[in-house]
């Protein structure tokens, strides 16, 4: 019997498979995030307390980071000599601002807070048309309803304890200035640095669209700080212009600061603002200039909303009403009037992390063409079946 030739008959010889080499690691990497993700969650948790300086100057470091950068590129200069020449600019402004206006400022608002009551009892007068209400065959006076309510406001806003409280609570609030002012300069100067760190920690095959990821937020909340400071100052000028040379209401100045720093709550801040600015008017010249306060401020809102936020900040921020006020109350909830602050941001931050993980048809360039039912292409069945010409 003839014999086969051995390429022919021989089979290729057969190895016990192992497991594929990239794919544990990958595993292992994958596994060894997932626990280091636990652990910085259990050690944020732990360390709640004390994150206010950090978040804030994180915040600050993302507003102003590029201006660094851009400062560093064109100078040449290592990037914490820019960053010190920041510091001692912004120092100077603030210190030449104060010498200027802060008398003026602290002596409106304290004159404004301490008319609060009068300006409230005007108003109530107004509405009801007499100095006295009666309430269950009792005459009580409107002053001592305006003083009343003014008390419940500023023990809403208060902390309630007494005089060495107060001072202890002052000096908290120094402590953590300072720390922020440091962190802060850290983050600038080191935050690549941290961030390349951190991104090295994650397995190797999605480190890519990390990098993208996180600057397309880098982006996003350094549009809206930069944007947010910039309102501050234009809405604290529209109003004082408004208010003082063409309006000659006499704490003018004041209003327009408290205004501008009402700017940074969502939705309420604008809202306490126009209250305080129409009760004021309303006390110095009737209820004709209060309505024309309150025009004033509808249009700039809308001005505000139509015009300068797309422009200075972008379409990129841009939240529903609904998710914006959904994340302001979250944040109250979860951390206070920080976490009130820095809810639309953090929003906004899930919101581009949403449409990179699930983009919309705009965005991928790819829209879906949904063809109605009556002319579909049949089944390839019911073709087959079809009668031929």
């Known amino acids: 019997m003839d014999s086969q030739p051995v390429a022919a008959t021989a089979s290729p010889p057969v190895f016990e498979q192992e497991p594929d080499t990239a794919d544990a690691v990958a595993a292992g990497g994958r596994g060894r995030f997932v626990w280091l993700l636990v652990a910085a969650a259990v050690v944020l948790w732990l360390a709640r307390d004390v994150l206010g300086p950090f978040i804030v100057a994180a915040v600050i470091a993302y507003a102003f980071s590029p201006l660094v950068t851009a400062g560093q590129r064109r100078t040449g200069w290592p990037r914490s000599v ?38 409230l009892a005007t108003l109530i007068r107004q509405l009801v048309g007499t100095d006295t209400i009666v309430v269950a065959g009792q005459s009580i006076a409107v002053a001592d309803v305006a003083r009343e309510i003014q008390g419940r406001i500023g023990g809403l806003l208060a902390s309630p304890g007494d005089a060495a409280h107060l001072a ?72 004082y212009a ?70 200075v900040i972008g379409r990129a921020v841009h939240l529903h009403p609904v998710v914006t006020i959904f994340a302001v109350l979250v944040g109250l909830s979860a951390y206070g009037v920080l976490g009130g602050l820095l809810g639309v941001p953090i929003a906004a931050a899930i919101n581009v992390v949403f449409r990179e993980l699930y983009p919309s048809e705009e965005v ?14 049949p089944p390839e069945s019911e073709l087959d079946d079809a009668p031929t010409v």
């Open 168 to 239: 202890g609570e002052l000096g908290s609030v120094g402590l953590e200035l300072i720390l922020t002012l440091i962190v802060t300069f850290y983050f600038l100067v080191d935050g690549q640095m941290l961030r390349d760190r951190s991104i090295a920690l994650m397995p190797a095959r999605h480190r890519d669209r990390t990098v993208l990821l996180l600057g397309r937020i880098h982006e996003v909340l350094g549009k809206w700080l930069r944007g947010q400071i910039l309102l501050i100052a234009l809405v604290a000028a529209v109003v």
């Open 242 to 311: 408004a208010l003082g040379p063409v309006l000659h209401l006499p704490y003018a100045l004041g209003i327009a600061i408290v205004t501008g720093v009402l700017e940074i709550i969502p939705l309420i801040g604008p809202l306490v603002a126009t209250a305080i600015a129409a009760v004021d008017a309303f006390a110095r010249g009737g209820p004709e200039l209060a309505a024309i306060v309150v025009v004033i401020y509808f249009v700039l809102r809308q001005v505000e909303d139509q015009v300068v936020m797309p422009i």
């Open 82 to 119: 820019v960053v010190g020449i920041g510091y001692g600019i912004t120092v100077i402004v603030l210190g030449i601002l104060g010498y200027l206006l802060a008398g003026r400022i602290a002596h409106e608002v304290a004159l404004l807070a301490a008319s609060g009551p009068d300006s």
């Open 364 to 377: 991928s360039g790819r829209p879906r063409v949904i063809v109605p039912a009556e002319v579909r292409s």
